[in-house]
């Protein structure tokens, strides 16, 4: 059994022929099969010593892709800095009104 690693060990693929030769693959002695990734598309599995092994739950949960923050619009931004003065006024209106 062949298997291709990428540049942090993870095991990407396998193939049963003979991959020597090119590189990224190893030989391995151990038989694997589907799945070779979880559900996101993380690899489950590293090359280690010469062996494959499984990767830890923190492995591949570092792995996950963070969320994308969300990048405000120019209209969320007005609308905040209009809030803001809003809030602003109404405060000086008290201040001045003796509340």
């Known amino acids: 059994m062949y298997v291709f ?5 993870r095991i990407t693929a ?3 022929n003979d991959m020597s030769g090119n590189t990224g693959w190893y030989k391995v002695p ?5 799945p070779i990734t979880e559900e996101h598309g993380i690899p489950i599995y590293k090359y280690q010593n010469g062996h494959v092994v499984s990767r830890t739950a923190e492995e591949i949960e570092h792995d996950m892709p963070q969320p994308d ?4 619009s120019e209209l969320d931004i007005i609308k905040l ?3 803001e003065q809003a809030d602003a006024l109404i405060e000086l209106a008290g201040l001045i009104g003796g509340e």
Do not use: K
Request: aromatic residues 4%; without cysteine; negative net charge.
């Open 5 to 9: 690693v990428d540049g942090s060990n």
């Open 14 to 16: 396998y193939n049963p």
């Open 30 to 34: 151990e038989i694997i099969g589907e």
């Open 69 to 72: 923050i969300p990048v405000p």
């Open 81 to 83: 800095r209009l809030d």
